[in-house]
């Protein structure tokens, strides 16, 4: 599934545009500061950043610069004003493209849409996968597994993916039940838990002999692959 990672100050706005993605089946991440979207970057996954010029502690413009120091990855500015308009269009920043506020969250999905196209036509974004024993197909979202599809719900099919995303990275439970489905926090932990037990067992029915999925007490999971 692709993810969308959403840098955004204002509440409503961010809710709206987490709504429209989440509810046309994209998965979607938010960031309230700029300092914090380089280093999610990093982390990888992310497949388009949704970038608010005016963010509290500094510029979209200086966000995107930095992205564009290592990263390729589209970026779509949302301006409130139209002298941010200018500045989009005339400074070369390297965005792929922009929506002046107010929007409609629908048009900036469709243009999130446009631009995971064009990403995914080119050669480094392949359809499939391969990642060891695993190949993910993220546009049938399924998983096959020494070469048998997995039949996964779809929070297991979320977490697997989740972890294939990253292999050997440690993923927190707040960061895998981020990538996908709401449930109050109390909840949340357990709820990892239990779709990553449910999940090991169907891995040991495909043949995995060594569990690949590793528990590291007090952080998280990770994949070893
Ligand atoms: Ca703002």
Known sequence: MPLILIAED?????????????????????????????????????DVVVLDVGLPDRSGFDVCRELRGFSEV??????????????VLGLELGADDYMAKPFSPRE??????????????????????????FELD??????????????????EYMLLAALLHRPGAIL?????MDRGWDSDADSADRTVDTHIKTLRAKLRAAGAENDPIRTHRGLGYALEI
């Open 138 to 155: 993220r546009e049938g979202h399924r998983i096959r597994f020494r070469g048998n599809a997995l039949e996964l719900t779809r929070y």
């Open 172 to 176: 927190s439970r707040a960061q895998l």
């Open 108 to 133: 900036l999905v469709a243009r999130v849409r446009a631009r995971l196209r064009r990403s995914q036509a080119g050669p480094a974004d392949a359809k499939e996968q391969a990642q060891g024993d």
């Open 10 to 46: 204002e509440p409503a706005i961010a809710d709206a545009v987490l709504y429209a993605l989440r509810s046309e089946g994209l998965d979607a991440e938010h960031c309230l500061l700029g300092r914090e979207i380089a280093p999610r970057v990093r982390q990888g996954g992310v």
């Open 74 to 87: 589209p970026v779509i500015f949302l301006t409130a004003r139209n002298d941010e308009i200018d500045r």
